[in-house]
């Protein structure tokens, strides 16, 4: 095992890594020549990319977890739920790709898992059975991890390809007709206020669960 490497300082290595060059240039090999060791070192810590990436999201859901535990509990669920997707979007969001890593991954520390127990808890206190409870808390984290996801692929072009998503463009490409689609996107915004907008939506799909 070569000297100095450890998981934790593989996985600030691989974040420094998806910062810079983004998800697909995200390999071992390329991991192992920022840390300047050979690829094989890597392999006592993890076996494959997806090891990797299972490493990486653990380390964001421990900032998730550390940034819920500094926050009082809200008078009603959805005030939980919402603080949950508003940190999990600000986790993501310090990191490039930072959704696309949290994709299809499985947590190794066994205490991140443990963390969920508070929140059923929660939300079966609050009325709903045990299965409306984690599927609250997988719709909640799939609609940050898809609406992130969609957020940093609009985001990146912006300085190499600024005029990717200019709706004048997109309105003399559609031609005429299609009034309402040229409408709509005119009203799109992007950010915050859509993130609120629609995280509000689903909160109240799911509140409509306890009715």
Not at 41 to 50: E, F, G, I, P, T
Not at 61 to 72: G, H, K, P, Q, Y
Not at 85 to 111: H, K, M, N
């Amino acid at each position: 095992m070569a000297k100095g490497i450890t998981r934790e300082r593989i996985v600030a290595a691989a974040l420094e890594l998806l910062n810079e060059k983004g998800m697909d240039a995200l390999t071992v090999r390329a991991l192992a020549s920022r840390l300047d060791v050979g690829a094989p070192a890597l392999y006592w810590h993890v076996r494959n990319k997806q090891e990797l990436l299972d490493e990486m999201s653990t380390f964001v859901m421990r900032r998730v977890t550390d940034a819920l535990s500094a926050i009082d509990p809200g008078a009603d669920w959805r005030d939980d739920v919402a603080a949950y997707a508003r940190v999990l979007r600000v986790e993501y969001l310090r990191y490039r790709d930072g959704a696309r890593i949290f994709s299809g991954t499985r947590f190794t520390d066994p205490e991140v898992v443990k963390a969920k127990e508070s929140w059923l808890a929660r939300l079966t206190a609050a009325g709903f059975s045990l299965a409306d409870a984690d599927d609250t808390l997988d719709l909640v984290t799939a609609f940050v991890v898809g609406f992130v996801i969609e957020e940093q692929e609009r985001g990146q072009p912006a300085d190499t390809d600024p005029a990717r998503y200019s709706l004048a463009e997109r309105d003399e490409w559609l031609g005429e007709g299609a009034d309402l689609v040229k409408a709509a996107g005119h009203l799109r915004d992007d950010g915050d206020p859509r993130f609120e907008r629609q995280l509000g939506v689903v909160l109240e799909g799911l509140a409509a669960r306890l009715r």
